[in-house]
């Protein structure tokens, strides 16, 4: 192929110039016909010219007149009367008047200039002349003409001769003129020939030349449409594999987020068991693994839908502060684990846009700055640039990033750099997924940064309908809405709750985490099963799985509102999108749960259903099992429990201190005393505990009730303790139960 | 010279239906006969002119090149129209007839297409017989470039003597 376009190409160049160039020869070769043809008709004037008196003609006259008047003096010597001698005068001055041509200029113009013609004239007219004054003598009568008549006589035969060499001389100029007039004529006929076979040549190359420069043209244009089809073609072809690779990536990203969802889910049940603290920190180390895993699959899951040009999107009038609270909630968790604040200052108000994308967006953002951050805090800002353009900065004090890092910052697949990418894991499209989505949304995205000094992200959100509040809404500084992991314990939730799950070890992993939570569990393995059993059994929930054999989570939930049942359904599914949460609304669900199942999502949904059982909001935070944590890591389970049992004497000595120290108000032995109680309770992670004594210090007159209520957190924290000493595979720690009796 | 006014004179003075009725015998030596289809005579069948008469008809100049000639001279004499009323001319052509018995035929309608002129005088001078006089066919080859050929070269005879009216 390459060699053939080569050859065409080469074989291509030369025509055009050659074509151009025999153009102008052929206009040359024209410009030299006129040229002959404008010499030709100039020729053929002087010719006609030239012929106006037949010069041949002029000598003949003269020639005749010579030989007439030798007969008119013949006539005259015979019979000399006066008639005869007047004709002879008139016969001369014939005669004459051809000298007087012959003797023209123009008359020797006619033979070319002939020497032997010109000598001949010259000589004729000569002789002419010569009889002139003897004829002006014979004009007075007949007798000076009789003395005359001889030498008359003489003089006009020598005028004959000289008139008839004229003759011949003329006539022979006259044949070497037409001669050469002939060659001149013949010389330039050729000529003329000649550039009409040129240009003839010339018209039949041109016409040759152009027919193969069109046969070229509708070659390249056959190639170039053969081209165009093929890159068509090719267009579609990648399109078609595109599209391919997208839907690929979005099966094989549901595929693994499944064994994924019973990784983290087991992970998460594990983490009841009596586990050593490498082990716990082992477990950890794989839901957190388990949990970066899935983050990278919903990117690329999101990207292909992206690419595959399956997003839609939703715009709905909501609440800012409502959104950006939910972020806030789901970030801060993150950012505190890492030592990081997170702030908003957003005004109250609400506006029309696609929330779920921005969510999508500023999780995104807030969870890029927390990844690249170590210490200081994250800030959202927004506020209405316009009154249709929202603007939304998150400013980090992280790392920064480089000018030429910024410049591929959004690009697909992205990451500043390998050393970056080395320390922070990603898939590098979260930036570049906010870009499609707000290009999707005609938004804007982009950054201002200096590098070690933090980055700002910005982005504009066209909006609609904007309402901005003052005073409707208390603005509310970031609040907690997740709850930490290691308080989970205390919270019970009770209730009968039906999992729809076709997944074994889905299945298995949803019915341990509710069991955890204090939910009595039954299952089913497909829809048509869970409706069966939705008719027939008393359930207060059910969790619903999308994808079920025989009868799917939606049809499921289609036939069981059908049948008038209004049972609470969340919907399960492994594709965390919009869509899905559209259709599980739609058909009737109450509420979505995307995959992986933990026991965070359960709660937080669950709760909202289920009656919750918490022995006391304040105990759930009371123990710093942190602090705990690292007693028993470093002084290993018996010391601690051996502490606990010396923290319990000590406490009790302490209380009755306490008490003392109060119906004597003795304000110092109080203080004392609250101040070793604060000390040892911080010692064994009874943090709470410690916050409250502490708080006690600064009243002026703590009473009684205020003892019996650090006596009750006491009691609980350390009944905590001990149920997280009892879960370390050591001696149990037995609680001296009389205590608790005591205490409370 | 002042004969040849006063018989100009005469001829505007009488007016063409004069010298229709008669022609005036020629005073002087005859230098042009006309003979042939022709209704004013006088002699028996023909009209005799002399220098005189000749210059008494409507004349013109002419300023031409020639091939017998140098230069641009200027020709003058009677028109050739005007000598045909003169005599009555009723035919289609002329048979010119020069002193050396030169014969050529011209035909009447050149003299109505073209003002051609029986030249008597060049630059102002009687044309003599051996300066191709007396009488000289001109047309103005140099105001009329389709005049510049030997047909009309041919025409242009000198030392004319007699003109016969033919058909």
Redesign the interface.
């Known amino acids: 192929m390459t060699e053939q376009r080569t050859r065409r190409a080469s074989a291509r160049v030369p025509n055009g110039p050659v074509i151009i160039f025999l153009i102008l020869v052929t206009i040359g070769l024209f410009a030299a016909m006129t040229q002959l043809f404008v010499g030709l008709y100039q020729n053929q004037n002087a010719v006609a010219w030239s012929v106006r008196e037949d010069a041949m003609w002029a000598a003949f006259q003269a020639d005749r007149e010579a030989a007439r008047l030798i007969e008119a003096l013949r006539v005259a010597q015979r019979e000399p009367t006066e008639g005869n001698i007047s004709q002879v005068a008139l016969r001369f001055d014939l005669l004459y008047s051809r000298a007087l041509i012959l003797e023209q200029d123009s008359y020797a113009i006619k033979f070319n200039g002939s020497s032997p013609v010109a000598e001949a004239s010259a000589a004729a007219y000569a002789s002419i002349v010569l009889l002139d004054p003897i004829i002006a003598q014979t004009s007075a009568g007949p007798d000076p003409f009789l003395t005359q008549i001889g030498t008359l006589i003489v003089l006009a035969v020598a005028t004959q001769q000289a008139t008839g060499n004229l003759v011949l001389a003329a006539n022979s100029a006259l044949n070497e003129a037409r001669v050469n007039e002939r060659n001149e004529i013949g010389r330039i006929n050729a000529r003329l020939a000649l550039g009409a076979i040129l240009i003839a040549l010339l018209f039949v190359l041109i016409v040759v030349l152009q027919s193969f420069q069109l046969n070229q043209i509708r070659r390249s244009r056959r190639e170039i449409e053969r081209l165009s089809e093929r890159n068509a073609l090719n267009a579609q072809r990648a399109e078609a594999a595109s599209l391919a690779k997208s839907m690929f990536l979005a099966t094989m990203s549901h595929e693994i987020r499944t064994p994924l969802n019973g990784i983290i889910g087991t992970a998460e049940l594990m983490n009841d068991a009596d586990l050593t603290l490498s082990q716990a920190e082992n477990l950890a180390m794989i839901r957190k693994s388990g949990e970066i895993l899935l983050d990278v699959i919903t990117d690329i899951l999101d990207f292909s839908k992206m690419e595959a040009g399956k997003i839609s999107y939703q715009r709905e009038p909501f609440a800012l502060r409502t959104v950006m609270e939910e972020v806030s909630a789901i970030m801060s968790q993150r950012a505190k684990a890492t030592g990081l604040t997170l702030d908003l200052d957003v005004p109250t108000m609400t506006l029309t846009t696609d929330p779920a994308r921005l969510r999508q967006i500023l999780v995104n953002l807030v969870g890029n700055a927390i990844k690249f951050t170590s210490s200081g805090g994250i800030t959202v800002k927004a506020w209405l640039a316009t009154p249709t353009l929202l603007r939304v900065e998150v400013s980090d004090t992280g790392i920064g990033i480089s000018e030429q890092g910024i410049n591929n910052l959004f690009q697909d697949f992205s990451q500043v750099d390998g050393s970056a990418s080395r320390r922070f894991s990603g898939t590098g499209l979260g930036l570049a997924i906010c870009k499609r989505i707000l290009e999707g949304l005609d938004g804007q995205i982009g950054v201002r940064s200096v590098e070690g000094m933090g980055s700002t992200f910005w982005f504009d959100l066209p909006v609609t309908d904007a309402a901005t509040f003052t005073g409707d809404e208390p603005t509310v500084q970031t609040r907690p809405t997740t709850m930490p992991l290691s308080e989970l314990p205390s919270a019970r939730l009770r209730g009968r709750v039906l999992v729809a799950e076709d997944n074994d070890i889905n299945r298995k992993v949803a019915v341990g985490l509710l069991t955890r939570l204090g939910i009595t569990v039954i299952t089913a393995v497909n829809g048509a099963e869970a409706v069966a059993m939705a008719a027939n059994e008393q359930i207060d929930l059910i969790l619903m799985d999308f994808q079920m054999p025989v009868t799917n989570g939606l049809e499921a939930t289609r036939q069981i509102r059908a049948m008038g049942l209004n049972i609470p359904i969340v919907g399960l599914t492994a594709n965390a999108f919009i869509d899905d949460r559209d259709q599980c609304i739609a058909a009737g669900m109450d509420e979505f749960l995307p995959k992986p199942v933990t026991r965070e999502k359960l709660w937080k949904t669950l709760k909202r259903f289920c009656p919750v059982d918490v022995p006391r909001e304040d105990v759930i935070q009371s123990i710093d099992k942190v602090q705990f944590d690292v007693l028993i890591e470093d002084l290993g389970p018996e010391v601690v429990a051996e502490l606990l049992v010396s923290y319990l004497s000590d406490t009790e000595a302490l209380f009755a201190e306490i008490e003392t120290a109060m119906t004597h108000a003795d304000r110092a032995a109080l203080d004392r005393a609250l101040h070793t109680l604060k000390g040892v309770s911080q010692t064994v992670g009874l943090s709470h505990l410690a916050a409250e004594v502490q708080a006690l210090r600064q009243i002026e007159a703590p009473n009684s009730k205020d003892l019996i209520e650090i006596k009750g957190l006491a009691a609980t924290g350390l009944a905590m303790l001990s149920n997280v000493l009892n879960q370390t595979p050591t001696t149990p720690f037995l609680l001296d139960q009389t205590y608790l009796t005591k205490t409370a | 010279m002042i004969r040849h006014i006063i018989a100009a004179a005469c001829t505007l003075l009488l007016g063409h239906g004069a010298l229709a009725a008669d022609l005036p015998q020629p005073e002087g030596a005859v230098i042009l006969t006309l003979i042939g289809q022709i209704s004013n005579t006088n002699a028996e069948g023909s009209a005799n002119f002399d220098l005189a008469m000749l210059n008494a008809l409507p004349a013109r100049e002419t300023r031409t090149q020639t ?2 000639h ?1 230069g641009e001279p200027v020709f003058s004499g009677p028109l050739g129209t005007a000598l045909l009323d003169a005599v009555g001319a009723e035919g289609s052509t002329l048979r010119i007839t020069a ?2 018995d030169y014969v050529v035929d011209i035909p009447v309608d050149d003299l109505r297409r073209f003002p051609v002129i029986f030249a008597t005088h060049i630059d102002g001078v009687a044309m ?5 006089g007396p009488l000289f066919v001109i047309y103005p080859f140099s105001e009329d470039p389709a005049l ?3 047909l009309y ?1 041919g025409r242009s005879a000198w ?1 004319i003597r007699q003109i016969e009216v033919i058909d």
């Open positions: 091939p017998w140098e002193l050396n003599s017989v051996r300066n191709k510049s050929n030997e070269f030392q």
